[in-house]
């Protein structure tokens, strides 16, 4: 019997009790956190049952649970794991990849080689690439906009919405956080590529003039 099974009844620290009380709450991110905090403990094979299971909640506590094992101790094999369940299309929306892919992908990264972001580009599943573009908000988060905008600009002609629409908002972040000059450079390079959607997103925060432009 697996740990998703045995639990069932919501007993013991296992994949099926953390079924059990996600169920019991409304189901969203907040309560998803709230669940992963409860059962931080939870061992790696009961980890992995939630993250290879059919259930969108367990996968997202699953992520959730990854990225306080990176918190408290930086482990490589975290990436792998999660990277391995998103190469491997278990991820069926986008929330897997936007609470994981900045702390699990993108920050081990930040001061060595970005080589393996340019991987995840090359990658034939949408979510994946998607994860290359969120992981690069680490990057950003540290004032570097050439990462995030070399990635975007690996990415800007895809029409795939799941990657449009990250784009758009990493765009935004990288022009917050780590160069507005780059930004508005990018999106005169660049811009016309992206969908309306995203360059609304990506120019959301520029003085009026430069983004009634950039938007045109």
Request: charged share 25%; net charge neutral; no cysteine.
């Amino acid at each position: 019997m697996t740990g998703l099974q045995a639990g069932k009844n919501g007993r013991g620290n296992d994949a099926g009790a953390v079924l059990v009380a996600f169920a019991r709450t409304s189901g969203d991110v907040a309560a998803a956190r709230r669940v992963a905090r409860q059962f931080q403990g939870l061992d790696e094979g009961e980890r992995s049952a939630l993250l290879w299971s059919e259930d969108p909640g367990a996968k997202l506590v699953a992520v959730l649970l990854l990225v306080q094992a990176m918190r408290e101790r930086p482990d490589p094999e975290l990436t792998d794991e999660y990277l391995s369940a998103a190469k491997a299309e278990r991820f069926d929306d986008t929330a897997p990849v936007d609470l994981g892919a900045e702390e699990l992908v993108g920050a081990p990264l930040v001061g060595g080689s970005t080589g393996p972001l340019f991987a995840l580009v090359k990658s034939d599943v949408a979510m994946v690439r998607r994860i290359a573009v969120v992981a690069t908000l680490a990057f950003a988060k540290q004032g570097d906009a050439e990462v995030p905008l070399a990635i975007a600009g690996r990415l800007v002609r895809e029409r795939s919405d799941t990657v449009q629409s990250a784009l758009g908002w990493v765009l935004r972040e990288t022009g917050k956080r780590a160069s507005e000059p780059a930004l508005v450079a990018f999106l005169e390079k660049s811009g016309r590529f992206l969908t309306p959607a995203a360059r609304q997103t990506a120019t959301e925060h520029l003085a009026p003039a430069d983004r009634d432009r950039l938007r045109g």
